[in-house]
T-cell receptor, first 113, second 117 residues
Framework: GENVEQHPSTLSVQEGDSAVIKCTYS??????FPWYKQELGKGPQLIID?????GEKKDQRIAVTLNKTAKHFSLHITETQPEDSAVYFC????????????FGSGTRLQVQP | DGGITQSPKYLFRKEGQNVTLSCEQN?????MYWYRQDPGQGLRLIYY???????QKGDIAEGYSVSREKKESFPLTVTSAQKNPTAFYLC????????????????FGEGSRLTVL
């Protein structure tokens, strides 16, 4: 099965700085890589995703990069704001395969005002 | 408002008791999932269902059972066989598990926190 590793487990940055969270996956057949944000007391919400036919995707202050050869993908948040403070999860799956999402262990991001 | 409703939000159980967590969705999604969340371990898949009357075990199915008799509902029973049931349980749904072109986005409920006393 798939195994997703996520680093770091905690990350503290100053408001306005950038934050980077990295994930690696084990199954080369995986082709869908979403990122979810979980605020305190809530369920996770999708913030951005990328498919294996794309190397990078950007949505305002958030970007995701994918290196299929190395089997790793990263979330980049620029100009961080206090409301970015949350737990972030990466995940991997096969869109057309018979497998649900496998999540990483999560990164707690704290943005200091 | 469309969404996923989990109940109860908090639940206490004595050792040896079974307990059922409710999950209802009105998004008309085919696929539904149960994840368990423990500190430092992320989200681990318990069971998932792609269609009514069908479900598959996830990575940590032992000690749990599910049913999918209606499209809208996917209840999870935590049985006395689950050795460490204290956790935060998340239910999710998606349009279709494996439809070509689907975004694959999961929509989560707000979770149920189970504590075994």
């Amino acid at each position: 099965g798939e195994n997703v590793e996520q680093h770091p487990s905690t990350l503290s940055v100053q408001e306005g700085d950038s934050a980077v969270i990295k994930c690696t996956y084990s199954d080369s057949a995986s082709n869908y890589f979403p990122w979810y944000k979980q605020e305190l007391g809530k369920g996770p919400q999708l913030i951005i995703d990328i498919r294996s036919n794309v190397g990078e995707k950007k949505d305002q202050r958030i970007a995701v990069t994918l290196n299929k050869t190395a089997k790793h993908f990263s979330l980049h948040i620029t100009e961080t704001q206090p409301e970015d403070s949350a737990v972030y999860f990466c995940a991997a799956s096969i869109i057309t395969g018979r497998r649900a999402l496998t999540f990483g262990s999560g990164t707690r991001l704290q943005v200091q005002p | 408002d469309g969404g996923i409703t989990q109940s109860p939000k908090y639940l206490f159980r004595k050792e040896g008791q079974n307990v059922t967590l409710s999950c209802e969705q009105n998004l008309n999604h085919d696929a539904m999932y149960w994840y368990r969340q423990d500190p430092g371990q992320g989200l681990r898949l318990i069971y998932y269902s792609q269609i009514v009357n069908d479900f598959q075990k996830g990575d940590i199915a032992e000690g749990y059972s599910v049913s999918r008799e209606k499209k809208e509902s996917f209840p999870l029973t935590v049985t006395s066989a689950q050795k460490n049931p204290t956790a935060f349980y998340l239910c999710a749904s998606s349009i279709a598990a494996f439809a070509w072109g689907a975004t694959g986005e999961l929509f989560f409920g707000e979770g149920s926190r189970l504590t075994v006393l």
